[in-house]
């Protein structure tokens, strides 16, 4: 099974609106995390969010939400707000703990585009 | 001050050669990993180096040599380049955090290396 499911290859915003890029995630660690991150067309990696197992809260970190939904394995990225410059590749990352390192998993990612 | 440094950024060569990619860590991470991305822009685990220690091989052909001369570098040589080398390839950093916390154990990305084999 994959472990990590990006079913979005790509979406389209109007700027302004926010918009929902969906992940989930499959694991037996009960230590994981979760990570989104952002890749511009200049290539690097952003980091965006993260969430961990065992957070109670939904994490955000400015116009960026997660959405966690543990029991159904779902993790998926709310940009509140879009912009132009929000037009990238984002990525959804799991880490899974393997004795004393970690194991990083990614999606195929989703192609925001945000239009005028 | 840089995090994880990749040398070159850039990098066009023939197909038959050999080259290598360097990547630096500051960060004092014991873990260090390539990814190779495609032009679909599919990010896949190549190798990771745990305390200079090889822990994963994701069947990377074995023309690709990882080195970690010691923790804060991991080095990649390329045998024998082939056209479908052509990609962008990172490296990246982490560290467990036994206590957890906020963003335990988050990836630090150099800025990429783009190999182009002609």
């Known amino acids: 099974a994959q472990k990590i499911t990006q079913t979005q290859p790509g979406m389209f915003v109007q700027e302004k609106e926010a918009v929902t890029l969906d992940c989930t995630y499959d694991?037996?660690?009960?230590?994981?995390?979760l990570f989104w991150y952002k890749q511009p067309s200049s290539g690097e990696m952003i980091f965006l969010i993260y969430?961990?197992?065992?957070?109670?809260q939904n994490a955000t970190e400015g116009r960026y939400s997660l959405n966690f939904q543990k029991a159904r394995k779902s993790a998926n990225l709310v940009i509140s707000a879009s912009q132009l410059g929000d037009s990238a590749m984002y990525f959804c990352?799991?880490?899974?703990?393997?004795?004393?390192?970690?194991?990083?998993?990614f999606g195929s990612g989703t192609k925001l585009n945000v239009k005028p | 001050d840089t995090a994880v440094s990749q040398t070159p950024k850039y990098l066009v060569t023939q197909m038959g050669n050999d080259k290598s990619i360097k990547c630096e860590q500051n960060?004092?991470?014991?873990?260090m990993y390539w990814y190779k991305q495609d032009s679909k822009k599919f990010l896949k685990i190549m190798f990771s180096?745990?305390?200079?220690?090889?822990?994963i091989n994701e069947t990377v052909p074995n023309r690709f040599s990882p080195k970690s001369p010691d923790k804060a570098h991991l080095n990649l040589h390329i045998n024998s380049l082939e056209l479908g080398d052509s990609a962008v390839y990172f490296c990246?950093?982490?560290?467990?955090?036994?206590?957890?916390?906020?963003?335990?154990?988050?990836?630090?990305f150099g800025p990429g290396t783009r190999l182009t084999v002609t």
């Open positions: 180096y745990n305390n200079k220690e090889l822990i």
């Open positions: 969430q961990g197992s065992y957070d109670q």
């Open positions: 960060l004092g991470h014991d873990t």
């Open positions: 694991t037996s660690d009960p230590s994981y995390g």
């Open positions: 990352a799991m880490r899974e703990r393997l004795y004393n390192f970690n194991k990083f998993y």
């Open positions: 990246a950093s982490s560290q467990v955090i036994p206590s957890g916390g906020v963003r335990e154990g988050e990836q630090y």
